[in-house]
């Protein structure tokens, strides 16, 4: 299947500080990437859906200004945490859906990031 | 809007006997897919199966099959001959009419492999 990978897997700051999480599609275009946050024992929940070349749409609840995604290429999302507090502490996912695979709408997801606000 | 519903916070099965993962759905679109997803501990989301809303059949991966009941709105999850590396979250999830529409996710159930 269709690769995607996230980077880093693990950081920790400190409050205050801004981390950014990198999320790349390896061997497919990707117009459409998604960021996912998923606290511990609980579902995934859909922050934003990240486009190519246009602004993120984001879900209601989720600070656009708190959470800033770049869709700058259509292999490469970035979702930027800006001013981090410990309550931003928490798993965040990417996920892309190949072009090709529109019919099924399959998400491929990255390896996920744990992030960690001391 | 799209709901996901897993009723079974967690099971567990013996080692290589099947187990079924329950999913319901709600959704007023009539074209959909359904997927299942597979999180281990390590956190990575592995995709497991897909059903399409008009497929006739249910979709099978392997030990994996999907058991697709439209008029009751079920997506349930066959595992058969369990195994050990098997233990982990379950996810079930849809999208809606368009492919391009975001996937929502249920809560999950959390599968225990017994030896």
């Known amino acids: 299947g269709a690769v995607v990978s996230q980077h880093p897997s693990r950081v920790i700051c400190k409050s205050g500080t801004s981390v950014k999480i990198e999320c790349r599609s390896l061997d497919f275009q990707a117009t459409t990437m998604f960021w996912y946050r998923q606290f511990p024992k609980q579902s995934l929940m859909l922050m934003a859906t990240s486009n190519e070349g246009s602004k993120a749409t984001y879900e209601q609840g989720v600070e656009k200004d708190k959470f800033l995604i770049n869709h700058a290429s259509l292999t490469l999302s970035t979702l930027t945490v800006t001013s981090a507090h410990p309550e931003d502490s928490s798993f965040y996912i990417c996920?892309?859906?190949?072009?090709?695979?529109?019919?099924?709408?399959?998400?491929?997801f990255g390896e996920g990031s744990r992030l960690t606000v001391l | 809007a799209q709901k996901i519903t897993q009723t079974q916070p967690g099971m567990f099965v013996q080692e290589k006997e099947a187990v079924t993962l329950d999913c319901t759905y709600d959704?007023?679109?009539?074209?959909?897919?359904l997927f299942w997803y597979k999180q281990p501990s390590s956190g990575e989301m592995i995709f497991l199966i897909y059903q399409g809303s008009y497929d006739e059949q249910n979709a099978t991966e392997g030990r994996y099959s999907l058991n697709f009941q439209k008029a009751r709105k079920s997506a349930n999850l066959v595992i058969s001959a369990s195994q050990l590396g098997d233990s982990a979250m379950y996810f079930c999830a849809m999208r809606g009419e368009r492919g391009y529409q975001k996937v929502t996710f249920g809560i999950g159930t959390k599968l225990q492999v017994i030896p």
């Open positions: 996920s892309a859906r190949d072009r090709g695979a529109a019919n099924t709408g399959e998400l491929f």
């Open positions: 959704t007023s679109d009539q074209s959909y897919g």
